[in-house]
């Protein structure tokens, strides 16, 4: 799970709705719109300034492909080409210092048949790739020396390909031990790479565990190249990496000791511009359910700093200013995604972007780019529009879009995009998403719809690209309003908010939920006959604890659910680490045991009558299908109508264009069938 009553205030925004629709164009959008959609990425300026790199995203249908290129943008013309055109798999887009090479990773070119992504290097004006690495387990992430003469970069050791293995905290569908995953160095033009670092302490793997989110870079040089910090694992387990430090390692001699006196959940290991400061994240407080914080402290080591103590923000992405004494932080505020400068003392001032949100869809890459003037580049998304690549001269500037490869959607009828507040039953002041329904009149009823976010630790913007891109107005278009509800565990308020799921998973967040709905109601124009309710990952394990416990729903959605605790704990890839989101192990006394029995859905099966869409991967290790599983025959056994659909894949949601766009036909068209 990623990688989840007293009304007192309304905002006064929903409340100026308009008694009849004016639309410059009466299309509504269609899934066959967001075939069109195009995602932008990881964005980097150009050693003069005058232009943006970008990872650009586009689907193709006809091979089911993700296609990925890699483009250019002149700031001041917004005259965009396109730099490769046959690579696939392009993310991590580098400058070398001198800024007259680009570096990125790619599985290969398109055809070749590989896909182990590989360090490729090519000019700044283009030009045809060079392959640099040909580690045999693929790189997941690596970074120029600072004199561009050379990279680091992460690769896993390789397999033994035992006839047996002992299993430890892996998940189910492992057929293999897990191997360390190591740093290595290696020239800028090739050549045999060394080994920087051996043995079962190694590197987080490609997607290490955590209950906290975690940085873009395992790893980064020193200003001089002499060392690296990198975040260690004590093992090759995902699930250790509560266990993480962070260590110096001197490139030329492989010694190596630790930053900190911390005794673990340390991650990143960022060196600042100058090579004086080093900015690592560790949950607030060494609670590991807690808050990202950001601490600075010297490059000789020491633990330093929380900088954002004061902030009280969850961080999802930080950057270091040129400067090397504050940072870019990227964090979650109410219904909004913002950016904020932080001082090394503390000090924060909010950067204004407007109605833009800032990095609204994680990436999986730089979210933004900074120069030594001030200026800015970031993707973002408005609560009108998909993801477009915004620019700002200083940080005082608003944010100007560059591209628009997504404009056709603003010329369509959309629903409108606000937010409701209310206070809930502990007295938090919560919040969520509201998208009118696109066709909306003022004094006609609508159904409503829960569109409720994973995580839990994330929250739902204001944005047309949010937990899922264009879903929210995918239902208005189809005569839906579309309530997102913020609930406890998400993180968008404060600390205390956020560990308020803690050994509360389903009860407490259920209410909040139950209060934004009471909220939406009072404003009059919600059918309070047909609610559906839905989600995904953590939003599944919602949807299922809620038609287990109300009954207020026409029909439900549950992508991906958890609904059996025991079930995560023992054979997920996230396993033992739900110790962390109850008071321990199920097995260490009967009254965390059932507290395990308490908080799970499938306990409460027996009690659904509401007709519901089971959605799932077989392949999938963050949430094991054997648990929909359990839950479709709870339901078919209480003969509930109920429909369970497998997609056969691997992964906690299919990658691949084709079947997500099945997912949408099939969650849309189930609300279409209930609910109309």
Same mark, same amino acid.
């Given at each position: 799970m990623q990688r989840s009553i007293t009304i007192a205030v309304i905002t006064s925004a929903l409340l100026a709705v308009q008694a009849s629709p004016s639309f410059a164009n009466d299309r509504l959008m269609t899934l066959a719109d967001l075939r069109r959609e195009v995602g932008i990425s990881e964005p980097r300026f150009t050693p003069d300034g005058r232009a943006i790199i970008f990872v650009k995203t586009s689907y193709d249908f006809d091979s089911n492909d993700v296609n990925t290129d890699l483009d250019q943008i002149d700031i001041a013309t917004r005259a965009i080409r396109t730099m490769t055109a046959t690579m696939t798999g392009l993310s991590a887009p580098r400058f070398s210092s001198d800024g007259t090479r680009i570096a990125f990773l790619a599985d290969g070119i398109s055809g070749a048949g590989s896909d182990a992504s590989q360090i490729f290097v090519m000019s700044e004006s283009g030009g045809t790739p060079k392959q640099v690495t040909h580690a045999s387990e693929g790189v997941d992430s690596y970074a120029w020396r600072p004199d561009g003469g050379a990279f680091a970069y992460v690769t896993a050791d390789k397999p033994k390909n035992p006839i047996a293995f002992v299993v430890g905290d892996n998940d189910y569908l492992a057929t293999s031990a897990p191997q360390p995953w190591h740093l290595w160095t290696t020239g800028a033009q090739g050549g045999t790479p060394h080994r920087l670092t051996s043995g079962s302490k190694g590197l987080p793997p490609g997607e290490v565990i955590l209950p906290q989110a975690v940085p873009e870079a395992w790893f980064s040089w020193s200003e001089d190249g002499k060392t690296i910090a990198y975040t260690q694992m004590p093992n090759a387990y995902k699930t250790d990496g509560v266990s993480t430090k962070i260590m110096l390692v001197d490139v030329a001699t492989g010694r190596q000791h630790p930053l900190t006196a911390h005794a673990g959940e340390e991650a990143g290991g960022e060196y600042s511009p100058d090579g004086s400061r080093i900015m690592y994240w560790y949950p607030r407080n060494g609670d590991a359910v807690a808050f990202n914080d950001l601490f600075v402290t010297s490059s000789s080591g020491g633990i330093g700093k929380d900088t954002t103590y004061v902030l009280d923000r969850n961080a999802i992405d930080a950057r270091w200013m040129p400067d090397s004494r504050s940072l870019i932080v990227l964090a979650h505020d109410g219904t909004w995604a913002r950016l904020w400068r932080v001082d090394e003392d503390? @000090?924060?001032?909010?950067?204004?972007?407007?109605?833009?949100?800032?990095?609204?869809?994680?990436?999986?890459?730089?979210?933004?780019?900074?120069?030594?003037?001030?200026?800015?580049? =970031?993707?973002?998304?408005?609560?009108?529009?998909?993801?477009?690549? /915004?620019?700002?001269? &200083?940080? %005082?500037?608003?944010?100007?879009? +560059?591209?628009? =490869?997504?404009? &056709?959607?603003?010329?369509?009828?959309?629903?409108?995009?606000?937010?409701?507040?209310?206070?809930?039953?502990?007295? /938090?002041?919560?919040?969520?998403?509201?998208?009118?329904?696109? %066709?909306?009149?003022?004094?006609?009823?609508?159904? +409503? *719809?829960?569109?409720i976010h994973g995580g839990p630790n994330w929250a739902s913007v204001e944005a047309f690209d949010t937990d899922y891109e264009g879903l929210s107005q995918l =239902? !208005? @278009?189809?005569?839906? !309003?579309?309530?997102?509800?913020?609930?406890?565990?998400?993180?968008?308020? %404060?600390?205390?908010?956020?560990?308020?799921?803690?050994? %509360?998973?389903?009860?407490?967040?259920?209410?909040?939920? +139950?209060?934004?709905?009471? @909220? *939406?109601?009072?404003?009059? =124009? *919600?059918?309070?006959?047909?609610?559906?309710v839905s989600g995904w990952s953590y939003g599944g394990y919602m949807t299922t604890w809620l038609i287990g416990h109300y009954h207020i729903w026409k029909a439900a959605v549950a992508g991906a659910a958890p609904t059996d605790a025991f079930v995560d704990y023992a054979i997920s890839d996230y396993n033992v680490i739900g110790k962390y989101y109850f008071e321990g192990s199920p097995w260490t006394s009967k009254a965390i045991r059932d507290a395990y029995v308490e908080q799970s859905p499938i306990t409460y099966a027996d009690q659904v009558t509401t007709p519901t869409l089971i959605l799932h991967d077989t392949g999938d290790v963050r949430v094991p299908i054997v648990e929909d599983y359990e839950f479709f025959h709870a339901l078919r056994d209480h003969r509930v109508p109920v429909e369970f659909v497998a997609y056969p894949v691997d992964g906690h949601y299919p990658s691949d264009p084709i079947r997500g766009e099945d997912i949408y036909r099939r969650w849309v068209g189930w609300f279409d069938k209930y609910l109309k």
């Amino acid at each position: 799970m990623q990688r989840s009553i007293t009304i007192a205030v309304i905002t006064s925004a929903l409340l100026a709705v308009q008694a009849s629709p004016s639309f410059a164009n009466d299309r509504l959008m269609t899934l066959a719109d967001l075939r069109r959609e195009v995602g932008i990425s990881e964005p980097r300026f150009t050693p003069d300034g005058r232009a943006i790199i970008f990872v650009k995203t586009s689907y193709d249908f006809d091979s089911n492909d993700v296609n990925t290129d890699l483009d250019q943008i002149d700031i001041a013309t917004r005259a965009i080409r396109t730099m490769t055109a046959t690579m696939t798999g392009l993310s991590a887009p580098r400058f070398s210092s001198d800024g007259t090479r680009i570096a990125f990773l790619a599985d290969g070119i398109s055809g070749a048949g590989s896909d182990a992504s590989q360090i490729f290097v090519m000019s700044e004006s283009g030009g045809t790739p060079k392959q640099v690495t040909h580690a045999s387990e693929g790189v997941d992430s690596y970074a120029w020396r600072p004199d561009g003469g050379a990279f680091a970069y992460v690769t896993a050791d390789k397999p033994k390909n035992p006839i047996a293995f002992v299993v430890g905290d892996n998940d189910y569908l492992a057929t293999s031990a897990p191997q360390p995953w190591h740093l290595w160095t290696t020239g800028a033009q090739g050549g045999t790479p060394h080994r920087l670092t051996s043995g079962s302490k190694g590197l987080p793997p490609g997607e290490v565990i955590l209950p906290q989110a975690v940085p873009e870079a395992w790893f980064s040089w020193s200003e001089d190249g002499k060392t690296i910090a990198y975040t260690q694992m004590p093992n090759a387990y995902k699930t250790d990496g509560v266990s993480t430090k962070i260590m110096l390692v001197d490139v030329a001699t492989g010694r190596q000791h630790p930053l900190t006196a911390h005794a673990g959940e340390e991650a990143g290991g960022e060196y600042s511009p100058d090579g004086s400061r080093i900015m690592y994240w560790y949950p607030r407080n060494g609670d590991a359910v807690a808050f990202n914080d950001l601490f600075v402290t010297s490059s000789s080591g020491g633990i330093g700093k929380d900088t954002t103590y004061v902030l009280d923000r969850n961080a999802i992405d930080a950057r270091w200013m040129p400067d090397s004494r504050s940072l870019i932080v990227l964090a979650h505020d109410g219904t909004w995604a913002r950016l904020w400068r932080v001082d090394e003392d503390g @000090a924060t001032r909010m950067i204004d972007t407007g109605q833009v949100n800032p990095g609204a869809v994680p990436s999986g890459g730089a979210t933004v780019d900074v120069r030594d003037n001030g200026a800015m580049t =970031f993707p973002g998304s408005e609560p009108a529009r998909p993801t477009e690549l /915004y620019y700002m001269s &200083s940080l %005082d500037a608003m944010p100007r879009r +560059l591209t628009d =490869f997504n404009g &056709s959607f603003t010329a369509m009828h959309l629903g409108r995009v606000t937010h409701v507040d209310w206070v809930g039953p502990d007295g /938090y002041h919560e919040d969520g998403v509201l998208t009118y329904p696109a %066709d909306y009149v003022a004094g006609k009823k609508y159904p +409503l *719809v829960l569109q409720i976010h994973g995580g839990p630790n994330w929250a739902s913007v204001e944005a047309f690209d949010t937990d899922y891109e264009g879903l929210s107005q995918l =239902f !208005a @278009a189809h005569g839906y !309003a579309v309530f997102e509800p913020n609930y406890r565990g998400s993180d968008e308020l %404060d600390d205390a908010y956020q560990v308020a799921i803690f050994n %509360d998973a389903g009860d407490g967040p259920g209410k909040d939920v +139950l209060a934004g709905i009471e @909220a *939406v109601e009072k404003l009059g =124009f *919600v059918d309070t006959s047909r609610i559906g309710v839905s989600g995904w990952s953590y939003g599944g394990y919602m949807t299922t604890w809620l038609i287990g416990h109300y009954h207020i729903w026409k029909a439900a959605v549950a992508g991906a659910a958890p609904t059996d605790a025991f079930v995560d704990y023992a054979i997920s890839d996230y396993n033992v680490i739900g110790k962390y989101y109850f008071e321990g192990s199920p097995w260490t006394s009967k009254a965390i045991r059932d507290a395990y029995v308490e908080q799970s859905p499938i306990t409460y099966a027996d009690q659904v009558t509401t007709p519901t869409l089971i959605l799932h991967d077989t392949g999938d290790v963050r949430v094991p299908i054997v648990e929909d599983y359990e839950f479709f025959h709870a339901l078919r056994d209480h003969r509930v109508p109920v429909e369970f659909v497998a997609y056969p894949v691997d992964g906690h949601y299919p990658s691949d264009p084709i079947r997500g766009e099945d997912i949408y036909r099939r969650w849309v068209g189930w609300f279409d069938k209930y609910l109309k």
